[in-house]
C-alpha cells in the first residue's frame, strides 16, 4: 500500500533518522578502516548516510519540510460497512506553533550564528587512518545544518515550532468498504517542522463478522435450513438481510446445496452504491431421523405411488447421491472460496458432480446463471 511504503520512507529518510544519524557521526569516528569504507563508498553522501542530497538542499534553504503522516484504526460494525457511516475519531497529532509560526524562537529574537560551523551549517572531519587522512564534510550537529541557533525560545512551544493538540475528527466512512480498506484524511497528519506543511491521516478499517451472514466482496451469504417436506412442496422462509428480515422464496424441488438469491440484497460496490451485490443462501435440507407412525404410513404410501409412476433404475442412483450430498453439504462454506477460484478446470467440474448439492455446486450454478 502506499501508505506503508510512505511510511518505510519516512523511516529511513525521516527528520528522526537524519538527526540520529547526524548526531551519532559526531566525534564516533573509529579506527576500524572498514566503518570508513563503508561511510565513504556506501552512502553517496559520507556522513549523514540515509538521507538524500535534495533533502539536504532544502534544508540549507530553509524550506519547510512535509510533515509526518498518521495512522489510526477503526473497527466498523458489520452493517457500517456496508451502508456507510460518520464516526468521529479523537486524534493527537502536531500542529505548527501558532505564535512563531513553528520557527520556535521568541517574536522579534534574533538568531545567533552557530559557533561550531561558524554559520556555514557543514563540518569538516579529518582522521588519520591506516590508509592515510580522511577527511570528510557532515552536516553541522549543533545547528542541524542551519547556520543559526534560536537565541531565545518561543514560550509556547519551547523552541520546538510544533504543539500537540488533541483534535475531534469527523470521517466518513462511504458505503462497501471491507476490511483493510484505508481512507486519507488530507492534512491531519503532523504538521511539518519549522512551519513545514501537515502529513496525511491515514484511516484503516477493521470489519466485525456476525455468525448470520458471511460476506465476499459485494456478495453475502447466509445458511438457511428447510425440512425436507418444504423442500420438495416449496415454501417461503424468513430470512435475515442487511435490510431486515426479508422473505425468501424457496421453490418447489429444491435440492440440498441449492443456493437461493435475494439479488440486490448484498453489499453497495464501493464509490458506487447504485450497485449492489445479492445476498446468497445456501439451502439445507433436514431430513427427520424418527417419525410417526402416521407418518410412516404416508411415506410408505408415497414410496409405493412413486415406484408405480417413475422408472426404477434412474430413481435410485439419484436417491443415493442425494444421501451422499446431505452428508457433504455439512462442510463449511469455505470451501467455497478455494473452489470457485478455478472454475474452467474439467476434473473440477468432473469433481464437481460428486459434490452434487453440495455449496460449492449451488454457488456455481448460481455464478453460470448470472454471467
Ligand atoms: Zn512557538
Ligand atoms: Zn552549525
Not at 412442496?233 to 446445496?257: A, C, F, R, S, Y
Request: with cysteine.
Amino acid at each position: 500500500m502506499n501508505y506503508d511504503k510512505k511510511r518505510a520512507l519516512y523511516d529511513q529518510y525521516g527528520e528522526a533518522g537524519v538527526k540520529s544519524g547526524v548526531g551519532g557521526s559526531a566525534g564516533a569516528y573509529t579506527t576500524n578502516p572498514f566503518d570508513l569504507f563503508e561511510t565513504f563508498f556506501g552512502a553517496s553522501m559520507g556522513g549523514f548516510s540515509g538521507m538524500d542530497q535534495t533533502a539536504f538542499r532544502t534544508r540549507r534553504r530553509g524550506a519547510a519540510m512535509k510533515g509526518e503522516d498518521l495512522r489510526y484504526d477503526i473497527i466498523l460494525e458489520f452493517s457500517e460497512a456496508i451502508f456507510g457511516a460518520e464516526k468521529e475519531i479523537v486524534l493527537s497529532h502536531l500542529e505548527t506553533c501558532d505564535i512563531c509560526a513553528g520557527m520556535g524562537s521568541k517574536i522579534g529574537s534574533k538568531m545567533r550564528i552557530c559557533s561550531t560551523c561558524g554559520g556555514r551549517g557543514q563540518v569538516m572531519r579529518t582522521e588519520q587512518t591506516p590508509f592515510g587522512m580522511f577527511s570528510q564534510v557532515s552536516i553541522c550537529p549543533a545547528c542541524g545544518g542551519e547556520g543559526e541557533i534560536i537565541s531565545e525560545y518561543c514560550w509556547k512551544c519551547a523552541g520546538e515550532g510544533r504543539i500537540r493538540v488533541r483534535k475531534d475528527i469527523k470521517v466518513k466512512i462511504p458505503p462497501g468498504v471491507s476490511k483493510g480498506s484505508t481512507l486519507r484524511v488530507r492534512d491531519e497528519g503532523d504538521a511539518g517542522p519549522k512551519g513545514g506543511p501537515p502529513g496525511d491521516l491515514y484511516v484503516c478499517l477493521d470489519i466485525e463478522e456476525i455468525s448470520e451472514i458471511q460476506r465476499d466482496g459485494i456478495n453475502l451469504f447466509s445458511t438457511v435450513t428447510i425440512d425436507f417436506i418444504e423442500a420438495i412442496l416449496g415454501t417461503t422462509v424468513k430470512v435475515k438481510t442487511v435490510d431486515g428480515i426479508g422473505e425468501l422464496q424457496v421453490p418447489p424441488g429444491t435440492q440440498p446445496g441449492d443456493v437461493v438469491v435475494l439479488a440486490k440484497r448484498g453489499v453497495p460496490k464501493l464509490n458506487k452504491p447504485s450497485m449492489r451485490g445479492d445476498h446468497l443462501f445456501n439451502i439445507k435440507v433436514t431430513i427427520p431421523s424418527r417419525i410417526s407412525g402416521q407418518e410412516q404410513e404416508l411415506l410408505e404410501e408415497l414410496a409405493s405411488l412413486r415406484s408405480n409412476s417413475v422408472r426404477r433404475p434412474s430413481s435410485h442412483p439419484n436417491t443415493k447421491t442425494q444421501i451422499d450430498t446431505t452428508k457433504r453439504s455439512q462442510k463449511s462454506m469455505e470451501a467455497q472460496d478455494s473452489e470457485q477460484e478455478q472454475p474452467s478446470q474439467n476434473d473440477f467440474w468432473q469433481s464437481l458432480k460428486d459434490f452434487a448439492g453440495s455449496v460449492a455446486n449451488g454457488a456455481l450454478k448460481w455464478l453460470k446463471d448470472n454471467l
